[in-house]
Structure formats: structure tokens, C-alpha cells
């Protein structure tokens, strides 16, 4: 009934449209059974309107394919499961408009298609200022739906990339506070989103604010105990607290529910390397951190685990290959390697 209604007037758009609450369904969920009862007796009487019955068919069948009887999403509609089906709308509507071309509003016939396109490319230029980057995207969402969780914790979690971000260095205190404003509105509007929860345990990590980073990761662990990231957050912390005995746990942990993490293999391997000299199993882990995102701080650290270990000739070579990523590399250690300033 939406996407019906919505060919006619497209509003509101959103990039994602939230299941309403069990306990408020709302006037269109609970008006949509008599809609479709409405429509397919309108089918079965126009059933000889050949043109009416395939372009309501055309738009039914190709709806079919993509609506969602059975939920995969978070989203009830979509706006982009219409492009193919409105063809069978859009097609009834222009040789509905053409058996009228001849009449005496032939003049006015012809300029309805003008108009319409002037004022749906006014609402689709208007629509590219909201898909300019992700935090005018959700900011939009959360206009529609400020009671929505998801919304909130996909704009946090954009919030908290943009802070890391070298052109925002500036403003990163601030996008971090947005960021962990919008995580908590979503934790208190859902308090099992786990999403959510990730993201402020994210946040609190990089404002220092260790132990409720300890305090969100315990909470994640309680609803979902096969979460890495909680495991991986209690690691870092536990490394703060200089208690390298239960992050090295953490650590384990978090690498054997999900072993493709560069972050996490390169703070074990850090671990590993400063607090247990265990180089051999250092070494392993920051080459893997390397073959899944090779940044110049793996290969700094996988250098001084070759010097440790004797192998200079290596040690050298990814010494190098760390500058060349942007590494800023001690002048002590520089001189240790004879790289030269």
C-alpha cells in the first residue's frame, strides 16, 4: 500500500524505513489488509481492461520478488524495491494520459509529463544533499524516526570513523561526544542493540574512559557471548591496566571467535612482543595483521620483532616499507637499523 501510494506522492524518503512497535502498529499497517483485498477485487472486475489488469499485474509480480514475507532486513519498505515494478504504473499512466492527447486539453495533456518531471527532479536534486555522506544521511533517517535504534547507531558509528579521520582532526572530541550522545539514546530506545553497545564501547575506548569501555564489553558479552569485539575491548583495556595475563586471554578469545581482525592480531602481537618476549608467536601474528591490512604501524612492529630475533636484513625491509606507508619512526631506532635520517 505504501509503494502505491508513494508512486503518487514520494514522501516521506528514507533511507530506511524501521518495522513499527508491535504495540503501535500505526493507520497505514492496519489499513493495509483492506487495501489488498480492495486491489485484487479490482483486478478480478477489470480483469477484461487489458490495460489496467497488466499494469497493476506488472507492478504486483515484480513487487513480489522483492517484498519481504519473510523479514532479512531491519527495514520494512524500501524505496528502491519500486524501480522496476513503478514501469507498470508509470506505463498506465502515459496511455492513460494519451487517449486524451486529441481532445481539447491535448495542450494541457502534453505538459503534465514536463511538470511532473520539473517537480520529481526538484525532489531528487533536494535528495542528494541527504546522500552527501553518512551523517547527513542518518541525521535524516533519525528526523523521520527519532525513536528508531538502528538509525542512531549507524549515524555513531560514522560519527566515530569521521573522527579518525586526519581532515577532522580538529573536530574529533566533538564528533566522538555526537557519537556516544547517539549511542546511548539508542541503548535507552533498545537495550539489547548490540550494535549500539559496540559503538560505545569504541567510543569510551578512544576518550580513555576505560572502565566503562570494560563496563559496555561486559554488557555485549551477556547479550551475545560470542561477540569479539567485547572480548577485544576488555583486551585493550586489561592492557591499560597492566594486567597482560587476562588481556592475553581476551585477546585469545576475540581471535578465536573471528581470526580475521588486523587490530586485534596487532595488539596480541604487540602484547606478546613487550610483555612475554615471545617473538616467534608476535611475528606470526603481526604477518597476518599485514596480509589482512598491511599499514605502516604492522610493519613497524613486525621490524623490531626481526631485530629482536637477529634477522637485520628484514628488520631493514620493513623498517623501509613503514616510512614509505607514513610511519614516523624513532631516530633511535633509525640509527639502530643505519637507515639514515
Known amino acids: 500500500m505504501i509503494y502505491v501510494a508513494r508512486f503518487f506522492?514520494?514522501?516521506?524518503?528514507?533511507?530506511?524505513?524501521?518495522?513499527?512497535?508491535?504495540?503501535?502498529?500505526?493507520?497505514?499497517v492496519l489499513l493495509s489488509p483492506i487495501f489488498m483485498i480492495a486491489l485484487l477485487v479490482l483486478l478480478w472486475l477489470k480483469r477484461k481492461d487489458k490495460l489496467l489488469f497488466f499494469s497493476l499485474l506488472f507492478f504486483i509480480v515484480n513487487l513480489l520478488l522483492v517484498v519481504q514475507f519473510v523479514s532479512i532486513?531491519?527495514?520494512?519498505?524500501?524505496?528502491?524495491?519500486?524501480?522496476?515494478?513503478?514501469?507498470?504504473?508509470?506505463?498506465?499512466?502515459?496511455?492513460?494520459?494519451?487517449?486524451?492527447?486529441?481532445?481539447?486539453?491535448?495542450s494541457f495533456i502534453k505538459a503534465i509529463?514536463?511538470?511532473?518531471?520539473?517537480?520529481?527532479?526538484?525532489?531528487s536534486?533536494?535528495?542528494?544533499?541527504?546522500?552527501?555522506?553518512?551523517?547527513?544521511?542518518?541525521?535524516?533517517?533519525?528526523?523521520?524516526?527519532?525513536?528508531?535504534?538502528?538509525?542512531?547507531?549507524?549515524?555513531?558509528?560514522?560519527?566515530?570513523?569521521?573522527?579518525?579521520?586526519?581532515?577532522?582532526?580538529?573536530?574529533?572530541?566533538?564528533l566522538l561526544q555526537q557519537a556516544l550522545e547517539e549511542s546511548s539514546i539508542a541503548i535507552k530506545l533498545k537495550?539489547?542493540?548490540?550494535?549500539?553497545?559496540?559503538?560505545?564501547?569504541?567510543?569510551?575506548?578512544?576518550?580513555?574512559?576505560?572502565?566503562?569501555?570494560?563496563?559496555?564489553?561486559?554488557?555485549?558479552?551477556?547479550?551475545?557471548?560470542?561477540?569479539?569485539?567485547?572480548?577485544?575491548?576488555?583486551g585493550v583495556v586489561y592492557m591499560r591496566f597492566n594486567k597482560p595475563d587476562s588481556a592475553l586471554i581476551c585477546f585469545n578469545k576475540s581471535i578465536a571467535i573471528n581470526p580475521?581482525?588486523?587490530?586485534?592480531?596487532?595488539?596480541?602481537?604487540?602484547?606478546?612482543?613487550?610483555?612475554?618476549?615471545?617473538?616467534?608467536?608476535?611475528?606470526a601474528d603481526f604477518t597476518k595483521a599485514i596480509g589482512l591490512n598491511p599499514q605502516g604501524e604492522y610493519f613497524y612492529h613486525r621490524s623490531l620483532c626481526y631485530y629482536k630475533m637477529g634477522d637485520i636484513t628484514?628488520?631493514?625491509?620493513?623498517?623501509?616499507?613503514?616510512?614509505e606507508k607514513g610511519m614516523l619512526l624513532p631516530e633511535s631506532y633509525k640509527t639502530m637499523l643505519q637507515l639514515g635520517k
Open 314 to 323: 628484514k628488520a631493514k625491509a620493513d623498517a623501509l616499507t613503514a616510512i
Open 73 to 106: 532486513g531491519l527495514t520494512i519498505v524500501s524505496e528502491r524495491y519500486t524501480y522496476i515494478p513503478y514501469i507498470g504504473l508509470s506505463f498506465f499512466a502515459a496511455m492513460w494520459l494519451n487517449k486524451y492527447l486529441d481532445s481539447k486539453s491535448g
Open 9 to 28: 506522492v514520494p514522501y516521506p524518503l528514507s533511507a530506511f524505513h524501521p518495522y513499527p512497535s508491535v504495540d503501535s502498529l500505526g493507520l497505514p
Open 125 to 174: 536534486f533536494q535528495r542528494t544533499k541527504v546522500w552527501k555522506d553518512g551523517d547527513t544521511l542518518w541525521a535524516d533517517v533519525i528526523k523521520h524516526y527519532p525513536d528508531a535504534a538502528t538509525p542512531r547507531s549507524n549515524h555513531a558509528d560514522y560519527l566515530r570513523k569521521m573522527a579518525g579521520l586526519p581532515e577532522y582532526k580538529s573536530q574529533a572530541d566533538q
Open 113 to 123: 509529463p514536463f511538470i511532473i518531471g520539473i517537480i520529481f527532479g526538484f525532489i
Open 191 to 234: 537495550p539489547t542493540h548490540v550494535k549500539a553497545y559496540e559503538n560505545r564501547q569504541n567510543i569510551y575506548l578512544l576518550l580513555k574512559k576505560d572502565s566503562l569501555a570494560m563496563a559496555d564489553a561486559d554488557s555485549l558479552i551477556r547479550l551475545e557471548p560470542q561477540n569479539s569485539h567485547a572480548y577485544y575491548t576488555k
Open 260 to 283: 580475521n581482525v588486523d587490530a586485534v592480531l596487532n595488539n596480541r602481537g604487540s602484547l606478546l612482543f613487550n610483555n612475554f618476549q615471545h617473538y616467534n608467536e608476535a611475528l
